[in-house]
């Protein structure tokens, strides 16, 4: 009964794109796009109206935290110790010894993998992360 919303920022455009057009190849029925030129006020509205956010270390996991939203924190290339959760969430990583290296952009990546950190995350944690969070939001 759950459905989930891709929202993304102005310099997500390149990427939001592509994964419309996948969606458009693919139809998932329970995926939305809500855009990536939303203003600031639009875009927090927007996301304290989702109950879960999954999240790398953006304004989107940043507005989310401090709207006390229940955020699984995908933590790749930033430090994790510098988000705190408030007990509502998760935070994912791979624990590699590159990590934190601060890289924003895969040209700055020090490990000879470009951004395995990010791109090593196993869906199979994301959704048991937000399994986990679903249970609780039921309680």
Known sequence: NWSFVV???????AIYEKMSEMQNDHKLNNLNFLGFNNSISQFISLVNKIPVVISADTFGMHAAIGLRKNVIALCGPQPEQEIYLYNKGIKVNLNLECAPCFASKIDNCINNQRLQCMRDIDIDK??????????????
């Open 126 to 139: 994301v959704k048991e992360a937000l399994n986990n969070e679903i249970r609780q939001l039921e309680k």
């Open 7 to 13: 929202l993304a920022g102005p310099e997500d455009k």
